[in-house]
T-cell receptor, first 115, second 109 residues
Framework: DVKVTQSSRYLVKRTGEKVFLECVQDMDHENMFWYRQDPGLGLRLIYFSYDVKMKEKGDIPEGYSVSREKKERFSLILESASTNQTSMYLC??????????????FGEGSRLTVL | AQSVAQPEDQVNVAEGNPLTVKCTYSVSGNPYLFWYVQYPNRGLQFLLKYITGDNLVKGSYGFEAEFNKSQTSFHLKKPSALVSDSALYFCADAGKSTFGDGTTLTVKP
């Protein structure tokens, strides 16, 4: 069974802390994505990556960075967490099909609370 | 502006009745449109997609969607709703990896 695993389901951090959210996929997918989900706002794309060591900004990259050192792992980093980054974070992966036609496989999500 | 829009925050239907969850798009070129479902406290699951070809696309759990180019719509449908279909549904533009705001479907017994 295909799987996208996010390292933490629930995190509580303090303002100013550095936060790492880890995501691993076992499907050998080229593409990986980080979204945040907030009620009434749907999913908003933070960053995505089409290959190892490559990254592209999504719609809301401010306050975030990412790292993709290995094909299976895509990390989201909050350099200095703020209360407005309290949210559900969803990682996803997809196979490169030459036109972004592959469906996304999602992890269970990481609910981050910043106090 | 979003490339896909879901005009209804909430849809309520009775079990056994047909359901429709609406999505409109504004994509230049060929649209790649997807539907996903999210059950409570879970990640999203893929339901179906339109890339090219037949305008009626069949997907998981008995769902289907109709691509209508003239109305720029991609509505999700099911002939007979189940209580277990109650969930949050998202339309997505795969070309931009963007999602609509979501529609909460509630099916009442």
């Amino acid at each position: 069974d295909v799987k996208v695993t996010q390292s933490s389901r629930y995190l509580v951090k303090r303002t100013g802390e550095k936060v790492f959210l880890e995501c691993v996929q076992d499907m050998d997918h080229e593409n990986m994505f980080w979204y945040r989900q907030d009620p009434g706002l749907g999913l908003r794309l933070i960053y995505f990556s089409y290959d190892v060591k490559m990254k592209e900004k999504g719609d809301i990259p401010e306050g975030y960075s990412v790292s993709r050192e290995k094909k299976e792992r895509f990390s989201l980093i909050l350099e200095s967490a703020s209360t407005n980054q309290t949210s559900m974070y969803l990682c996803a992966s997809s196979k490169w099909t030459g036109g972004n036609t592959g469906e996304l496989f999602f992890g269970e999500g990481s609910r981050l609370t910043v106090l | 502006a979003q490339s896909v829009a879901q005009p209804e925050d909430q849809v309520n239907v009775a079990e056994g009745n047909p359901l429709t969850v609406k999505c409109t798009y504004s994509v230049s070129g060929n649209p790649y449109l997807f539907w996903y479902v999210q059950y409570p406290n879970r990640g999203l699951q893929f339901l179906l997609k339109y890339i090219t070809g037949d305008n009626l696309v069949k997907g998981s759990y008995g769902f289907e969607a109709e691509f209508n180019k003239s109305q720029t719509s991609f509505h999700l449908k099911k002939p007979s709703a189940l209580v277990s279909d109650s969930a949050l549904y998202f339309c997505a533009d795969a070309g931009k990896s963007t999602f609509g705001d979501g529609t909460t479907l509630t099916v009442k017994p």
